[in-house]
Structure formats: C-alpha cells, structure tokens
C-alpha cells in the first residue's frame, strides 16, 4: 500500500516548455486534488476531482489542465510552463474532505 | 482565495518546552483540522476536529475548536526534535470538497 504517489520528484523546464504531473492513489479514494504551495503561501488548490470522470477549479487553476483518467490517477498538464508556475506541487485523495492524504510532492523549477 | 491566519508565522523554541499555536479566520467552519510537513515531505494529518468547542489529544499535541468557529489553536507539550517542520491548520465545512489552509506556523528546536 503506497498510499498517493507522484512523479517525477523533481523537474527543471524552460519557459513555454509543456509538461504533466502524475498522481496515483491505491486507497480507492473517490476525491483527488492538485495543490500548489509556494513560500509564505501555504497551500493552494489549482484543481479537483469530487469523482471519476468529473473536475472542478480551484483557487489558482490558470496555466494548468487536468484529467482525472480512472479513480487511481489525477494528472496535471502545464501546457506553457512559466517562471510563476516555479513551486512545490502536491496531489492530495480522500474520503471525505477532512482526512486528505498528500503525496511526497513534484518541485518545479522554470528557467 | 480565502486563507487562514496563523500566528505565530515561525517559533525558535529550545528541546522540552511546550508550544501554542492558533488560527483564525473570518468565515466560520465545521471542521477544523491540523497537519504537520517534515522538510521535503507532503503534509500529514494529526487531529480533526468536528464540534465547536471540542479539545482532542493526540499523544502530545492537543489542538481545540474554538466556541466561535472562526478559529482553532494547538498545543504541543514537551517538545522534541522531531516535532520540527511547518504546522498548518485548515478548515472545512459540510458538502464542501475544498479544505482552505493555513499559512503555516514553521517551528524550529535549538539545540
């Protein structure tokens, strides 16, 4: 059981480059969400996912895209990656609201 | 977006003293939650909270709901190294799928 799982860890991009964000979570979980979290910022939602088949925005989900492509995975897609989208970005799934569990997180840099 | 209020934003704290720790915010919510990230790693739950007024324990933390539901507040007692890392509270309320956060209080033990 290995709980929410995210690649790549790490990635650096140049500016205009396109990119996707994995997620996978073995808890059959119905919600999955992308988080952003940036300095002095705590944690930003960018998009959700209530259930398969279904997403919904966040507080910050311009420049990004998602697919929620069956119950285990939640991708996220930087179509133009640029130097404002440099961030740590976490895929989180639950239950219920409350007991959302977190993945070990993606750290984005773009040049 | 919304975000909570945290205070303090960070705390130097030497090995064996307890620490407080609270949140506010303007909107009330249903359910208050608490969640620890150690360096490099996703946040962790620690304490849910569903009743205004409610005080619940986990181990050394205790983290309380507060009777306006406009804020929340934990305390650590006894500190140890390994409770260094960003704490970050958050809300929620029924029937909604989002969690807003905390801007996170980040605690440090000196040796």
């Given at each position: 059981n290995a709980g929410v799982t995210q690649t790549p860890k790490f990635q650096v991009l140049?500016?205009?480059?396109?990119?996707?964000?994995?997620?996978?979570?073995?808890?059959?979980?119905?919600?999955?969400?992308?988080y952003r979290q940036d300095p002095g910022m705590g944690l930003r939602l960018i998009y959700y996912s209530a259930s398969e088949g279904t997403t919904d925005k966040g507080e910050v989900p311009n420049g990004y895209n998602v697919s929620r492509l069956n119950k285990r995975e939640f991708s996220l897609r930087l179509e133009s990656a640029a130097p404002s989208q440099t961030s740590v970005y976490f895929c989180a799934s639950s239950w219920a609201t409350d007991t959302q569990y977190f993945g070990p997180g993606t750290r984005l840099t773009v040049l | 977006g919304q975000q909570l209020n945290q205070s303090p934003q960070s705390m130097f704290i030497q090995e064996g003293e307890d620490v407080s720790m609270n949140?506010?915010?303007?909107?009330?919510?249903?359910?208050?939650?608490?969640y620890k990230q150690d360096p490099g790693e996703g946040?962790?739950?620690?304490?849910?909270?569903?009743?205004?007024?409610?005080?619940?324990?986990?181990?050394?933390?205790t983290a309380q709901f507060g009777i306006t539901r406009k804020d929340s507040f934990l305390n650590i007692?006894?500190?140890?190294?390994?409770d260094?890392?960003?704490?970050?509270?958050?809300?929620?309320?029924?029937?909604?799928?989002?969690?807003?956060?905390?801007?996170g209080t980040r605690l440090t033990i000196i040796p």
């Open positions: 140049k500016t205009g480059q396109s990119m996707t964000l994995q997620c996978a979570q073995d808890m059959n979980h119905n919600s999955m969400y992308w | 949140c506010t915010s303007s909107s009330i919510f249903n359910t208050w939650l608490w946040p962790v739950l620690l304490i849910a909270l569903y009743k205004a007024g409610e005080l619940t324990s986990n181990g050394r933390l007692s006894a500190s140890i190294p390994s260094v890392g960003i704490y970050f509270c958050a809300g929620a309320n029924f029937g909604n799928e989002k969690l807003t956060f905390g801007t």
